[in-house]
């Protein structure tokens, strides 16, 4: 495999190959074709006369589009083809492959033209395991198709590839015998579509009927509706102006359409997470809402379908609870994962009260508070009764399932992520202190709606008086005093796990933190321990467990910095929140505008680009995200009743934001920004290296 992936995805079904256009399977990385959490081909070869074919270039079109220029052989220095490829890629519902064959020779050629292709219909959980399949995998060649197919009890995923020129097919793939004379051409279109069983209790192609089989200028038109839909960005920084556009547009990439068959939903990111989840889907929703608020709607109603009802200790449910994600594979078909759902989340539930009453305030849309009046009031039951097993009101996490569980039921759910200054891993339960915070905001936002929608002043009084008393205890819990910041956590004993994280700038978003201890936060935050210059790391430099490219233990995430510019905004620090703006748009040229999960926390003195983290997400729904909500911090947008408050900060170098047709209660309304014009620039700084291009 090269190393570089090429990505190609339309929501759920989605294509991960090489640099050809081939697929082989890789254990590090899941490449393939993909729906609904299963890989339905994982060979996929192209040759002619038996030799493989190597990458000229190729071009990501768009999210859905792909095309390979290639020639036979392995490349050398002296390339003389005399017969190239264009390779076509679409994915829109189903994948489509259009073979355009060219000589250039002044003879004509005798071609014979190969495509293997195969399937381990392995589950996304087993591509790093793989394992013995527990069904039965079959071929068969039937009218001029192949048909891949897996069986197990009910459980059953086929595979259908035709191609539209006679071919010769086998159960190993298709065979074409042509002769192309001089200057000739000859061209192919391979459809592959996915039929899958069992996750829903009936037949459903993965390729609906109202998506499948596409157009490219349907699939294009969708996206420029999409598009349309948005506010218009016109800006004089070129980095803002490319990030904003590409995350739009892989926010409308990672749109899934569920099985349910009602709107689509967020994914998470791809390869590893092209699943409804939970907190990412809230958190993204959050970031978005003055850009794609159609969005929020039926995540809301969907995660709101799904809460938890019952106490099943496998799948870590409780009532009320809001869940972490879902998944349609094999392994949680047969309950060996429990994501079917999963509830594994601590905070989910804090965010969707949070995301119901933001949403609120950016559309004035009091029927959804009143649709999920009940939803909201057992996520509050299930804050102060299933989430508090010590009764300290506080919100703790430890899964119930040792076998499968997450460890770790925060954002930062890395089995490693949560130890002490000195790099000792804290004991169960345990309260993180971001999840606090969220707690505490959640509690306000509900009591809001149960004043101004549900008309219960008495429940919006009692949980006011909660969210007072969990402010005032935790800022002498969670407090650090030698250090002058938050503690990451508390233990089940009530230990502070005293490392410094950036998991405190989360607290300035929720609005936690007294007035007399925010400086001294904003000190850490920006200081060199946390500030790399690319962005805030998720753990501080001298932690025991610190490491510039640990998942969650010093590299730096876009949405992580996000949330905490966020929150600097909120108490005033206007500035500090810009600088962290600039850094992430300094960062995006080297990612081509597109921000990934995460990347190295090496100091910026150390490196002139941002290191990639070798398996990050991307797109990523929170990463894009993360540049609509810095967009929104830097031009002061909030929402006050029928108005809408612009209060624009940016620095030098971001010279005149204008974001024109923001909606909401107020209509529609335009924002405008300048950096102060003495300092800008003269002319931009040269970026020698552009990931991605």
């Known amino acids: 495999m090269a190393d570089r992936h090429v990505n190609t995805l339309d929501g759920d079904v989605f294509v991960v190959s090489d640099e050809s256009g081939d697929i ?31 990458a000229l270039s190729n071009d990501d079109l768009e999210f859905y589009e792909t095309r390979f220029f290639l020639a036979p052989g392995e490349p050398t220095h002296y390339v003389d083809a005399k017969i190239s490829v264009i390779r076509h890629r679409l994915v829109a519902g189903m994948l489509t492959e259009q073979l355009t064959v060219l000589n250039h020779d002044h003879q004509g050629v005798d071609l014979h033209i190969r495509l293997d292709a195969a399937s381990d219909f392995a589950d996304i959980f087993e591509i790093k395991d793989l394992k013995e399949k527990q069904g039965s995998i079959s071929a068969r060649t039937q009218s001029g198709s192949l048909e891949l197919r897996y069986d197990r009890e009910s459980f059953s995923r086929t595979t259908i590839i035709t191609p539209d020129a006679p071919a010769d097919v086998d159960q190993e793939g298709f065979s074409f015998k042509i002769h192309l004379e001089a200057d000739g051409r000859w061209e192919t279109t391979i459809n592959v579509e996915t039929l899958i069983r069992g996750a829903a209790g009936r037949d459903l192609r993965a390729s609906l009927s109202t998506h499948r089989g596409e157009s ?43 099985l349910s068959l009602t709107q689509k939903l967020p994914c998470a990111g791809l390869p590893w997470f092209m699943a409804f989840f939970g907190r990412d889907s809230l958190f993204t929703c959050l970031q978005s809402l003055p850009y794609i608020p159609h969005t929020t709607p039926p995540t809301l109603r969907a995660l709101a379908n799904v809460q938890g009802s019952k106490v099943d200790e496998f799948r870590d449910e409780e009532p009320g609870k809001i869940m972490h994600e879902i998944r349609f ?28 009453d933001e949403y609120r305030r950016w559309s004035g849309d009091d029927d959804l508070v009143r649709c999920l009046e009940q939803e909201a009031r057992a996520a509050v039951r299930w804050m102060n009764d299933w989430a508090d097993p010590l009764g300290s009101g506080y919100i703790w996490y430890e899964t119930k399932n040792s076998a499968t569980g997450l460890v770790n039921q925060c954002w930062k759910d890395s089995w490693d992520s949560i130890s002490d200054h000195a790099g000792a891993l804290a004991g169960h339960p345990r309260a993180t202190c971001e999840l606090q915070g969220y707690a505490y905001d959640a509690r306000l936002r509900a009591a809001r709606l149960a004043r101004e929608v549900w008309d219960d002043p008495e429940f919006a009084a009692k949980l006011e008086t909660e969210a007072a008393s969990l402010k005032e205890r935790f800022n002498r819990d969670f407090w650090v005093s030698e250090g002058g910041y938050y503690a990451l956590a508390l233990d089940g004993d009530g230990r502070q796990i005293d490392s410094l994280s950036s998991n405190i700038g989360h607290l300035l978003w929720s609005g936690i933190v007294d007035d007399d201890k925010v400086s001294d936060v904003v000190e850490h935050l920006l200081g060199p321990r946390l500030f790399s210059g690319w962005g805030i790391r998720t753990l501080a430099v001298g932690e025991g467990r610190y490491n510039p490219i640990g998942y969650h233990v ?14 600097l905004a909120r108490y005033g620090y206007r500035q500090e929140a810009a600088r962290i703006a600039e850094s992430m748009l300094d960062a995006s040229e080297f990612f081509a505008g597109r921000l990934p999960e995460a990347f190295a926390g090496y100091d910026r003195s150390l490196t002139k680009y941002p290191v990639e983290y070798p398996t990050a997400c991307s797109p990523q729904a929170w990463s894009s995200g993360s540049i609509l ?33 923001i909606s909401g209660p107020w209509g529609h309304q335009d924002a405008f920004g300048r950096g102060p014009r003495e300092q800008i620039p003269t002319r931009r700084p040269h970026r020698r290296r552009v990931f991605g291009e």
């Open 554 to 567: 010093g590299t730096v995430w876009p949405f992580d910095n996000s949330i905490i510019a966020a929150g």
């Open 24 to 54: 082989e399977t890789n254990p590090k990385y899941p490449t393939g074709l993909f729906s609904f959490d299963t890989r339905f081909l994982s060979k996929w070869i192209l040759t002619i006369n038996g030799e493989r074919l190597h």
């Open 216 to 258: 490219r200028p349907q699939v294009r038109q969708e996206l420029d509706t999409w598009i349309e839909k948005a506010p218009r960005l016109v800006c004089e920084d070129e980095r803002l102006e490319t990030a904003y556009w590409r995350s739009l547009a892989d926010l409308a990439a990672l749109q899934r359409r569920p």
């Open 329 to 356: 594979g094999e392994t949680s078909a047969f309950e060996e994962q429990p994501h079917s759902p999963y509830y594994g989340s601590a905070d989910s539930t804090s965010l969707f009260l949070i995301l119901l």
């Open 629 to 661: 909500l810095f967009l929104t911090t830097l031009l002061g947008l909030e929402p006050h009743g029928d108005h809408l408050i612009v209060n624009p900060v940016l620095t030098p170098e971001m010279g005149r934001i204008e974001l024109f047709n």
